[in-house]
């Protein structure tokens, strides 16, 4: 009885242990079960918090959209700037001042001496545009006037930005620049900086975006790939790749169409090269290594005029497409970005030939280009858009739905005065062209 007495005072003893441990296990669970609610209702605010944020993000974002867009049409879906070279040294020697951009950077005047009545006298003609950057103005300075139109792009809707003006004039050196450097650095590399500057900021809202590059040239009415690979036939010795390249080049337009084509989505009212390489970049250094590629590759020449004259279009096509699948939303933009050759007077800068050839064609393109535009001033019923390939590659930028810019590029020099005068005449009858309200591509 002793024994069991015993073992009774010791299983109560454990029984009382254990009732002491249950109970703080409970207090435990009561306190975690607190703790738990606690997070559970900070998270919930949080998480209240974040999408009202979001929303209000979501908000600002579509209203900096519409307001971004329509301050560009208040503009004017053409705009046109202008931009006037520098001197070469050698013009700083024996050259006068022809040109005066004034500081309201919107007008610049041209002087022009004539003989009349056996007097000499100062003719000058003023012209207007929507920005005036005078010899003094560098990359960065032009790119921050062009890179709302870069934002319009991303937000959807078809951007051409094209570079016209005489053979001379800093067209090329507009639109590419030095890649390799920070300040010379032109429209198209700082383009492509921004827009993915710009990818990664949208990525917080929700966006994925996936960026495609089409370069091509217009060479005699032919439509020519930059971004083909020569190293394709690595049994070609280099100078046979380079002869291969030059053959490819004086293909028949039939046959250039056969090659590529240019083709109409009638939807989002953009333009596709068919049969052209078309890439997918995900990162800005793959930007820089296919421009130097396309430099290399593009028609080049010396003349009387310019020492590296551009013999052909070279024309750039981005292609940004984006989805936003938490908000079911799609984003279609394209950004067209064309280094146009000078245009060129034959005996002046002494081409003969295949350069005489290349220059007739250069001509004859720009002549349909200002036909075409002349044409939509005009409110014509019908624009021949096919009546060369350059204004056909170019029918939705000036067909109504795209924002289009056009940066004239003039020489400084008395000895181009003739040719900028015409050239600053063209882009003061571009300004006053219109060419309807620019659609957004995509879906809410």
């Known amino acids: ?149 870069v934002q319009s792009a991303i937000d959807g809707y078809n951007v051409c930005i094209f570079a016209y003006g005489q053979t001379g004039s800093g067209k090329t050196y507009t639109m590419e620049g030095n890649v390799n450097s920070p300040e010379k650095k032109g429209v198209i590399p700082r383009s492509i900086d921004e827009i993915f500057d710009k990818i990664e900021e949208t990525n917080k809202l929700g966006w994925n975006f996936e960026v495609y590059v089409q370069y091509i040239e217009i060479y005699n009415e032919t439509i020519q790939d930059l971004l083909i690979d020569e190293d394709k036939d690595r049994k070609k010795s280099c100078k046979d790749r380079k002869k291969s390249f030059k053959e490819d080049r004086k293909k028949s337009f039939k046959e250039s169409k056969d090659l590529c084509k240019i083709v109409y989505n009638e939807d989002t009212r953009m333009t596709i090269i068919e049969n052209a390489e078309r890439l997918k970049i995900s990162k800005k250094k793959d930007m820089e290594i296919l421009i130097d590629k396309a430099s290399n590759h593009r028609s080049k020449s010396s003349t009387n005029s310019n020492s590296v004259s551009s013999r052909s279009h070279g024309v750039f096509i981005l292609h940004l497409e984006g989805e936003n699948p938490l908000e079911k939303m799609s984003s279609r933009g394209s950004l067209s970005l064309v280094d146009l050759a000078g245009s060129e007077n034959i005996d002046k800068s002494g081409s003969v030939g295949d350069q005489m050839t290349e220059a007739q064609s250069i001509n004859k393109s720009l002549f349909y280009l200002r036909y075409v535009i002349q044409q939509i001033k005009d409110k014509s019923n019908h624009v021949n858009y096919r009546d060369s390939v350059l204004t056909s590659l170019l029918k939705y930028s000036l067909g109504g739905t ?30 006053k062209a219109h060419v309807g309200t620019a659609m957004r591509n995509g879906c809410a």
């Open 1 to 149: 009885m002793k024994k069991l007495n015993e073992h009774c005072d010791v299983a109560n003893e454990e029984s009382n242990k254990l009732s002491e441990i249950i109970l703080e296990s409970r207090k435990g669970l009561e306190l975690r079960n607190n703790k738990i609610i606690e997070k559970r209702l900070l998270y919930e605010y949080q998480l209240k918090q974040i999408q009202e944020i979001y929303a209000g993000l979501k908000a600002e974002e579509n209203t900096r959209k519409d307001l971004h867009n329509q301050n560009l049409d208040l503009m004017g879906n053409i705009r046109v700037m202008c931009r006037v070279r520098p001197y070469t040294d050698k013009e700083k020697e024996i050259e006068q001042v022809s040109l005066e951009c004034f500081d309201d950077k919107h007008t610049i005047q041209v002087s022009t001496k004539r003989l009349r009545l056996w007097q000499m006298q100062i003719e000058k003609s003023t012209y207007e545009f929507d920005h005036v950057f005078n010899t003094s103005a560098d990359q960065k300075e032009v790119y921050l006037e062009l890179s709302p139109l």
């Open 402 to 431: 795209a924002k289009v810019c056009m940066l004239v590029n003039v020489s400084p020099s008395t000895d181009s005065t003739n040719e900028t005068k015409k050239s600053l005449s063209f882009g003061q009858d571009a300004r």
